[in-house]
Structure formats: C-alpha cells, structure tokens
Nanobody
Framework: QVQLVESGGGLVQAGGSLRLSCAAS????????MSWYHQAPGKQRQLVAL???????NYADSVKGRFTISRDIPSNTVYLQMNSLKPEDTGVYYC???????????????WGQGTQVTVSS
C-alpha cells in the first residue's frame, strides 16, 4: 500500500497558477501509474492527468495545454503544474497510485486526502 500526501492547493485568481505536490511513501512509486483527479463540488471525481512508470503522460481534454504532470523519483513526489486556471478548475484534487496491473483491472488503488483548489473569477 502506498501512502500519499497532497499539498499546494489554495485560492488563486482566474488566469493564475498553482503547483500541487503528492509525496508518496511505501509501494513501488517508480513503476506505479500516478494520477491526479479532480472532484468539483457536487460532482464525481474525474481523471485530470496521469504519468506511468516510463514517464508517459495523458491528460483530460479540459486541461491539455494548461496542466503538466511530472514526477521526481528520488523524492517519490509527483507534481501537477496548473497554469491558466479557470473557475471550473475549482474543487478538491486527489493523488492516486496504482500498479499497471491494478490500473488495467480497474482497481481504485491508493488515494491521498486531497487538497482544495479554489479559482476566483
């Protein structure tokens, strides 16, 4: 099991930037698929970005060109750089860790506690 702790959320004006961090401990950070999810108020949690063990990335259409996911293996940390933020980006952002096998099976994996991002218009 991987323990995940997110940080970096806050209040920002539209057009601004934030960088979220997710510190991982335990498990196989370097080879797991690491993801960021966004849960807007009253809505389901949705995938924003993921990075696999080989460094390949994938993004939701709504954040392409604005958000960048990256990972630092020595520090077991995954980041989400969020630029050109919009009010609809408001919500709680969760970090997720899954093995490739669990990801292919649709298992939920391990979650952090989430960090709140609020974008004012």
């Amino acid at each position: 099991q991987v323990q995940l702790v997110e940080s970096g959320g806050g209040l920002v004006q539209a057009g601004g930037s934030l960088r979220l961090s997710c510190a991982a401990s335990g498990g196989h950070f370097s080879i797991n698929i690491m993801s960021w999810y966004h849960q807007a108020p009253g809505k389901q949690r949705q995938l924003v970005a993921l990075i696999n063990g080989g460094g390949g990335t994938n993004y939701a259409d709504s954040v392409k060109g604005r958000f960048t996911i990256s990972r630092d293996i020595p520090s077991n940390t995954v980041y989400l750089q969020m630029n050109s933020l919009k009010p609809e980006d408001t919500g709680v952002y969760y970090c997720n860790s899954r093995s490739t096998l669990d990801y292919s099976r649709g298992f939920s994996g391990d979650w952090g506690q989430g960090t709140q991002v609020t974008v004012s218009s």
